[in-house]
Each structure stands twice: as C-alpha cells, then as structure tokens.
C-alpha cells in the first residue's frame, strides 16, 4: 500500500511539473513590456500575456529571466518553453523554432537632444554616437553601418540610463522601440529630448517557442490568436 501511495505521489509530482510553462522575458525590454522588481517579473504587458495564456491553456506558470545573447540556448534546452517581443530576424537559426502569428507591431525609433540637429535618415547618424541595447539585432543598413564603423554603436545597460546619457549629450541619439521609449518620456516631461520623425524600422512582434514546448505548438498558437482576435493584446498594450 505504501508503495502505490508513493508512486501514486511521484507521478502526480511528476505530472504537475510536466504542466509548467516557462516563459522567458528580457528585462531590458523595459517598461511598458516589462516591470521587474527584486530581480522577479512583476508587471507589463509580457506579465499580461503570459498570465492570459496561461490561464486560458490551465497551466501553472513561471517567469524566467532570459539575457538577449542566451535566448536561443534558453529555447533549445527547455529552460523557456516560449518567449514573446520577439522577431525571427533577430536570431540567428530562427528556423529551429515555432514562430506564432504576428501578435502586434513595433518600430525602432531615433531620440536625440532638443539642442541638436533632428535626424530624419541614415546619414543623419553619420561619425555619430548611437546608444543601443546589448544583444539588440537592428535594422540591416544600420547594423552595417555599424559593422563599417560609420556609426559608433554604443551599449547601454537600459533605456532609462540612455536618456541620462543622451540628456548630458554623452550620447548623440538613442535608439529603441517606440512603446518603452514613449514610456520612459511620459516619465521625464521636462526632458530637453524629442522622438524623431524618422521610423527606422517597422516589424512584426511574435512569440517563439522551444522544441521542447509541453504541449502542441498548435494549441499555443490557437490560444494567441484567440487573445489577438479578441482584441486582448492590444488592449494589453495599451494598460498603464
């Protein structure tokens, strides 16, 4: 009796462990995407979309921080079952993955200092200094820009210490994407910064998922959509 009470015990454990989603965030996504504190995903729109999803597939839930440069070592040992504010052109074996539908769109976009020129394209950044975010993957003309030394890419620890950067003009712009950086300047309505007019890219926002997904990529996908559809996700987008 004692012996199928434990293995009756062993394999509800192992079966409420098999149920688990983990889902990956990039902390320097920032605000209104992510808000972390004490090093736990508290708020934001990707806390919205998992608690959404994973209520909807009755699965119990967890947050993992997931650095940039490892999402994809992340995604193909099952440390995270899917993560989400991503774009298949960012990785580098995208096709190892299953990519959801386009859930919402973003654009990177250029702040600069009232007291400097406005850039409106990329020759604008010419010899310039351009904060970025480590790991960011950016549009092709401005990644090869970069890579010819053109334009002296920059990596800041997070947006926030961008803006001071760019507001003591130690930086001659900063790009991001529009969302956090909109955020950021609500946040700061005395700052001497504007966005430029100029949208250097515009892309498609989807969620990844590892090979190692516990349940069918299709069902997830189903779920999303039903949350797009509904208007849900947008709706997400636009909480405070």
């Not at 509800?12 to 889902?23: D, F, I, N």
């Not at 949208?199 to 926002?205: G, I, K, P």
């Amino acid at each position: 009796m004692r012996t199928c009470l434990a293995l009756l015990l062993l394999s509800l454990a192992l079966g409420a462990h098999a149920e688990e989603l983990r889902w990956g965030f990039a902390t320097a996504d920032g605000m209104p995407y992510v808000e972390v504190h004490e090093q736990q995903l508290r708020g934001g729109f990707t806390h919205r979309l998992g608690t959404a999803t994973g209520q909807r597939l009755g699965m119990e839930l967890s947050f993992i921080e997931t650095p940039n440069k490892r999402i994809e070592e992340f995604l193909m040992r099952g440390r995270i079952h899917v993560i989400c504010n991503a774009n298949p052109q960012w990785l580098e074996g995208p096709q190892r993955f299953h990519w959801s539908a386009p859930l919402y769109s973003e654009d990177d976009v250029l702040l600069t200092h009232n007291q400097q020129p406005l850039v409106t394209r990329l020759e604008d950044l010419q010899g310039k200094v351009l904060g970025t975010q480590l790991g960011y993957v950016y549009s092709e003309a401005l990644m090869r820009a970069f890579a010819a030394g053109q334009i002296i890419r920059q990596d800041v620890r997070d947006l926030s210490t961008s803006l001071n950067l760019l507001r003591k003009q130690r930086l001659d712009a900063v790009i991001d994407m529009r969302r956090p950086i909109s955020y950021q300047l609500a946040k700061r309505p005395d700052a001497p910064l504007r966005i430029s007019p100029w949208v250097v890219e515009r892309y498609a926002m989807h969620c990844s998922y590892s090979p190692l997904l516990p349940m069918p990529a299709e069902r997830l996908d189903q779920v999303l959509l039903e949350l797009r559809e509904a208007g849900e996700i947008e709706r997400m987008l636009a909480a405070p």
